[in-house]
């Protein structure tokens, strides 16, 4: 067995979940919405199974879907692609990193990593044969420093995974970050691959901003993408991935012998989905962000300390002030004897990780978020009372 996937333990998600489900708890632990998905998306699938194609499509991707999401990113982040030669669809983002890192990273190369991060980063990296190397970010803000990433980059750099917006923290790299960033990359000769599948999930007016669209960035950036994300389908797992054509065509061909396509169905309904009108987009961030102030404004109600979330689903807790000093036992604790299922931020580093801050999913119907803040409400009456 290898021993890169054999030493892992169950995912803290797993965990929480199991517990939810056992217990019978209010699960905001794993990010996925109550909601569906919208209808009209749902449906173009549907139609598409009944009366479409349903044998191999390209391994590319449907050319619909390809000029459709050109469209889509030249509207929304300005960005010039070509769909024959800079777009790749993928069965989701996962698989899209995970082939990028195979494509790029050889046996002896270092990936500088930012913790917190998607717990798949470091084993996919592992398996690549990459040298993780890790930028740790600290509350509240959670943003770059020159002295971190010179103490991270080295001349075996060969590339870094950029997570933007960023879970678990619900923060945003700021335009100066961002420029930080391309310049390290820039210095070492290092590609980003950037992980954006938030970039549609962000609040209070804010627009995303990409890393291929940084200068001198276009040709040393990968981008990418979740329709899941985007359309609030999170079982759908369609990837899109952007990149210049030299390192698109390396993508394709570890894409091409791992998944080699994505169900035409909904390749075909994403299309449809990509060119809906602003409303849409406009609608659903501002849904979720009532849906975030509603429980922001209960935890703070309670008593609890809640850090800024300004994209995302999910919003942060720290409970030093509540007197606790480890997360995962504060959220065993938690689904347990109050009924909540959490997540603990520290689960999303690899050393040296914080453990004072817990992470809940506010991508919920009112009833449920709700009903987890009158069980937290008892979690402080508890605590008032001890």
Request: hydrophobic share 45%; aromatic share 10%; charged share 20%.
């Amino acid at each position: 067995m290898n021993p890169i996937f054999s030493a892992l333990s169950t995912s803290v998600f797993e965990v929480m979940s199991q517990l939810a489900r056992e217990t019978g708890a209010v699960n905001l632990g794993q990010g996925f919405p109550d909601d569906p998905g919208p209808l009209d998306v749902r449906r173009k699938a549907a139609e598409a199974v009944v009366d479409g194609w349903n044998q191999y499509p390209p391994m590319m991707g449907l050319p619909e879907l390809r000029q459709a999401t050109a469209t889509h990113y030249k509207h929304w982040q300005g960005l010039d692609l070509d769909p024959s030669s800079e777009i790749m669809v993928t069965s989701g983002a996962t698989e899209a990193i995970a082939g990028a890192l195979m494509a790029l990273v050889s046996p002896g190369d270092e990936v500088v990593l930012f913790e917190p991060m998607y717990d798949a980063y470091v084993p996919l990296v592992r398996r690549a044969g990459g040298i993780p190397k890790f930028v740790t970010l600290r509350p509240p803000h959670f943003g770059l420093s020159e002295e971190a990433l010179a103490a991270a980059f080295s001349p075996r750099t060969k590339v870094v995974l950029f997570n933007n917006p960023l879970n678990p923290t619900a923060t945003i790299f700021s335009a100066a970050d961002l420029d930080l960033l391309a310049d390290f990359c820039i210095r070492h000769d290092a590609v980003a691959i950037c992980d954006e599948v938030w970039e549609h999930v962000v609040f209070d007016g804010r627009r995303h901003v990409p890393v291929l669209g940084r200068p001198d960035m276009r040709e040393r950036t990968v981008k990418i993408s979740s329709a899941g994300k985007i359309f609030s389908l999170t079982g759908w797992k369609v990837g899109l991935v952007m990149a210049a054509p030299p390192l698109m065509k390396v993508l394709a061909k570890a894409h091409q012998y791992i998944t080699f396509t994505t169900p035409p169905n909904l390749q075909a309904a994403v299309a449809y989905g990509l060119g809906k009108e602003d409303g849409y987009f406009e609608g659903m961030r501002a849904d979720f962000q009532r849906s975030r102030d509603r429980f922001a404004q209960g935890l703070t109600g309670l008593g609890f300390s809640v850090l800024p979330s300004v994209g995302t689903y999910f919003l942060n807790v720290d409970i030093a002030p509540l007197g606790e000093s480890d997360d995962v036992a504060f959220c065993r604790k938690l689904v347990m004897e109050n009924g909540v299922a959490a997540i603990p931020v520290s689960a999303f580093y690899d050393q040296a990780a914080v453990r004072t801050v817990v992470r809940f999913c506010f991508a919920k119907r009112d009833a449920t978020l709700d009903a987890a803040l009158e069980r937290l409400a008892d979690l402080r009456r508890a605590g008032t009372a001890a």
